[in-house]
């Protein structure tokens, strides 16, 4: 995954959970790998299945609702986040998309205290992640 090989990934994943579905944890790299390929209702499949067998995992509820935030399912993006924020406070990544969640139902407010709790804990992903809208918004209003 982190040479951006998403495809082999979701390849060599698939085939670890043909062999052995027992463990959630390779459906959940296999969902994060789904969120960087589009794929999000396989992503989103996968994310389920590990909230199932594993309620008390906060980053499989921050992976569901991250699939939720991608596809502008706020009010489900929310309540996935939340939990996950509830589970590991300490989280930043979920508390970026429990701030995007927010932005998306309009809490702008509530959405600027989350991405604060954010950069405490996950700096340069929210920065990066930051910069990128800013890019994609600069390119969209380009003459």
Known sequence: MEQNQYAEAESLLT??????????????????????MSKLPEALEDAEACVQARPENGVAHMVEGEVFVHMKDFMR???SLRKACEL???????????AEACLGLGKAEEASDYLEVALQFERD??????????????????P
């Not at 944890?25 to 296999?30: A, D, G, I, K, N």
């Open 77 to 79: 993006a929310y309540a």
């Open 88 to 98: 590991e406070r300490d989280n930043g990544r979920a508390y970026y998309f429990l």
């Open 15 to 36: 085939e670890i959970i043909e062999n052995d579905d027992a463990l959630p944890e390779p459906r959940l790299y296999r969902a994060m790998v789904r969120i960087r």
């Open 125 to 142: 992903f929210v920065n990066a992640k930051l910069a990128t809208k800013i890019l994609e918004t600069g390119q969209r209003s380009s």
